[in-house]
């Protein structure tokens, strides 16, 4: 009897410690994130200000005074660059998450003359998600430029990069921000409510 009792205890004793060891996998990576504000939200709060951040670091400013050649000098304006770089790479990353919607319910376009409401706007983005992604990604490798010309201390280079973030940024609102063939449209609209 004391033998059974022996092995039943360790016996319980592994099963106990095997059960303790046993690790749960875990969540898959869509269950880990929980997007809550909207891609409006991300673009007035991360993508507007450091992109402009960005644009306005490197500048040729022409005035009565005379001429302003604008551009980070000390290491604390490289690193504060360097930050809204970093913010507007990540930012990114934050647009192409799945369950993200472009903006609240009920929210309208400021002005709904050129611009496409949110509704419309993220029935593009769940039509095509791998233009979405594309945009997302070509806003990051012109992004990418910039980190690198700002961690080579290139006022030029930065200069440089400020075109393709630009030319990124603006090929995604032609798509779903301000489509041409929406302006189009409205311009016909106006010219054919003009009398003769």
Not at 27 to 38: D, H, L, Q
Not at 126 to 137: I, L, M, P, S, Y
Request: hydrophobic share 40%; with cysteine.
């Amino acid at each position: 009897m004391r033998r059974f009792t022996l092995l039943f205890l360790v016996s319980s004793a592994v099963l106990v410690v095997v059960a303790c060891s046993k690790t749960q996998a875990p969540p898959p990576a869509s269950a880990a994130v929980r997007p809550t504000s909207t891609i409006k939200d991300l673009m007035d709060s991360l993508v507007d200000p450091s992109a402009d951040a960005l644009w306005e670091s490197v500048a040729t400013i022409v005035s009565a005074a005379g001429t302003e050649e604008r551009q980070p000098k000390t290491p604390e304006q490289w690193a504060d660059v360097r930050r809204k770089a970093i913010t507007l790479i990540e930012a990114t990353n934050l647009l192409v998450m799945e369950g993200r919607h472009v903006a609240k319910p009920g929210e309208k376009a400021e002005n709904e003359e050129v611009e496409l409401g949110p509704e419309e706007i993220e029935k593009l983005i769940n039509e095509d998600r791998t233009t979405w992604v594309n945009n997302a990604h070509s806003l990051y490798d012109a992004t990418m430029i910039a980190l690198k010309a700002i961690d080579a201390k290139s006022a030029s280079g930065l200069l440089d990069a400020g075109e393709g973030i630009d030319a990124a940024c603006e090929t995604c609102h032609l798509k779903y921000w301000y489509p041409l063939s929406k302006q189009a449209e409205k311009a016909k609209e106006g010219a054919g409510s003009v009398k003769k």
